[in-house]
C-alpha cells in the first residue's frame, strides 16, 4: 500500500503547487466543484423527496399535477376553477379532480387578539383527489360552495391541536376570519398537507363563482 500512497501524496502536492501559481485557475476549479456539488445535492433532494419517497396519500403514483397554458402565465403550473371544472366534467380517465390555493386570514381570537393565519381556498375535489378522509366531523362537499353556505372552515390537524387542543367538541365552533364567522366542519389527518402548499393550516371554500368572466381568468389556483 505504502507506493500507492506516496504516488496520491505526490500528485496532491504537485497539484497545489500549480494550483498556487495559477491563482485564477485555482479559483475557477473551486468554483466548478462548488457549483456541481450544488447542482448534484439539490437533484437528489428532488428525487429524494419525489421518487424516493412518496407523497403520504393513498395510492399517490396515481396522483398528476395538471396545468393551464396561457400567456399570462407562463412558466408557472396554475389553473382556473372554471378550468377545473370543465376538465372534470370532459374528462373520462380523472376519478377525481380540485384545486387550492393559499390565502393570508385576519383572525380574531377569543380573547379579542387578532392575528395573520395562512389559510387555503379549496374546492370539494382536491381532498377527494388526495383520498384524505377527516380525522374528525367531515370535509367539503359541493354544497358549501353555494351563495351564503360557504362560511365554513375544515381545519388541520396541527392547528386544531395548537388552537384547540385536540378537543373533540371543536365541531360546529366558530372562528372568524377577516371579520366572518365561520363554522368548523371537521379536522384532516395529520400530516395531510397538500402538496406545494404545506403551510396552509384551515381550508374554507373558493369564494369564487367558476361562470364569472373575471373567475374564468383567475389562474392562481394548483
Known amino acids: ?3 500507492h500512497w506516496s504516488g496520491l501524496a505526490l500528485d ?7 494550483l498556487r501559481h495559477a491563482p485564477t485557475y485555482a479559483t475557477a476549479v473551486v468554483l466548478i ?3 456541481g456539488i450544488g447542482a448534484t445535492t439539490t437533484l437528489f433532494s428532488i428525487v429524494r423527496g419525489v421518487v424516493l ?23 408557472f403550473c396554475v389553473a382556473s376553477p372554471y378550468s377545473v371544472r370543465e376538465w372534470g366534467a370532459s374528462s373520462r380517465t380523472l376519478s377525481a379532480i380540485g384545486l387550492g390555493r ?10 379579542g387578539r387578532r392575528e395573520q393565519v395562512t389559510g387555503g381556498w379549496a374546492s370539494p375535489g382536491l381532498f377527494a383527489a388526495l383520498g384524505v378522509r377527516p380525522a374528525l366531523g367531515r370535509l367539503l362537499v359541493p ?9 365554513v372552515v375544515v381545519l388541520s390537524s396541527e ?10 367538541d371543536v365541531l360546529n365552533r366558530r372562528i372568524v376570519l377577516d371579520g366572518e364567522n365561520y363554522a368548523i366542519l371537521g379536522v384532516l389527518p395529520k ?10 393550516r384551515l381550508w374554507v371554500p373558493i369564494p369564487a363563482d367558476p361562470d364569472q368572466e373575471e373567475t374564468r381568468r383567475w389562474r392562481g389556483f394548483q
Not at 496532491?12 to 503547487?17: D, F, P
Not at 390565502?103 to 377569543?110: G, H, K
Request: charged fraction near 30%; glycine fraction near 8%.
Open 53 to 75: 419517497r412518496p407523497l403520504p396519500f393513498p395510492e399517490s403514483e396515481r396522483l398528476i399535477r395538471i396545468c393551464e397554458e396561457h400567456s399570462s402565465i407562463r412558466g
Open 33 to 35: 466543484f462548488t457549483l
Open 102 to 111: 393559499d390565502w393570508p386570514f385576519s383572525r380574531i381570537r377569543d380573547d
Open 1 to 3: 500500500m505504502r507506493p
Open 12 to 18: 496532491i502536492r504537485l497539484a497545489a503547487r500549480r
Open 143 to 151: 354544497n358549501d360552495l353555494a351563495a351564503g353556505a360557504n362560511k
Open 191 to 200: 400530516g395531510a398537507a397538500v402538496p406545494g402548499l404545506p403551510e396552509v
Open 159 to 168: 392547528f386544531w391541536q395548537s388552537e384547540f387542543g385536540g378537543t373533540p
